[in-house]
């Protein structure tokens, strides 16, 4: 167990929908890193979130935005999905974090399966 | 694009016997990770090296670094069947870039 946690564990829902993905970092870290992982792309940095501010973007859409809250939790949001949005969504977190230096730790990932 | 890129793409092996998997990278890093994935499941950890490292050891695993090839390899030593799992290299942005950068992997299955 990474100590990185991350709701819902599957999401089924159709195109043109949004959703919300919730991840919570492991006890004291204050990086959010957010991954996608498809069988076409693999595993690809989307964002991150540095003690609540953006810190640095991937390869994120611009249907797709994220935040950290005070209590640093972060969030996922996908919206106008397509089928192509169906992945595994990955978040992770890393303690010193802001040059990104520190060992990633991932949670389980939520699989988004959009139809 | 993929800065890391792992070889082989897959590795069938009896249990006992060891297992090496290479990757190779194109830009410079502050630190290279190996992580291990079951079947659609999260990330597990292995190892971090870092730039200025040339080797190291978690119990059966040794990993080195060669800066000057961007290359590095994962050996797992006396394998078992709770090895077989998707193994992955990432690397750092470096340059002040946090986010990692993932290989394609390679599929380890160990033969029991």
């Known amino acids: 167990d990474s100590g990185v946690t991350q709701t819902p564990k599957h999401l089924i829902t159709a195109t043109g929908q949004r959703v919300t993905l919730r991840c919570s970092p492991r006890s004291g870290d204050l990086s959010v890193y957010w991954y996608q992982q498809s069988l076409d792309q693999g595993l690809q940095f989307l964002i991150q979130y540095y003690n609540g501010e953006e810190r640095a973007k991937g390869n994120i859409l611009e249907r797709f935005s994220a935040q950290q809250f005070p209590d640093l939790h972060s969030e996922l949001n996908l919206s106008s999905l397509e089928l192509g949005d169906s992945a595994l969504y990955f978040c992770?977190?890393?303690?010193?974090?802001?040059?990104?230096?520190?060992?990633?730790?991932f949670g389980p990932g939520t699989r988004l399966t959009v139809l | 694009s993929q800065q890391g890129e792992e070889d082989p793409q897959a590795l069938s092996i009896q249990e006992g016997e060891n297992a090496t998997m290479n990757c190779s990278y194109k830009t410079s890093i502050n630190n290279l990770q190996w992580y291990r994935q079951n079947s659609g499941r999260g990330l597990v950890h292995l190892i971090l090296?870092?730039?200025?490292?040339r080797e190291k050891h978690s119990g059966r695993l040794r990993v080195t670094l060669d800066t000057s090839k961007k290359s590095s390899s994962l050996l797992i030593t006396a394998s078992r069947a709770a090895d077989t799992a998707s193994y992955f290299c990432a690397t750092d942005g470096g340059g002040g870039a946090d986010g990692l950068t993932f290989g394609k992997g390679t599929h380890l299955i160990i033969q029991p």
């Open positions: 992770a977190s890393s303690g010193r974090g802001r040059l990104g230096r520190d060992t990633q730790y």
């Open positions: 090296i870092r730039s200025n490292e």
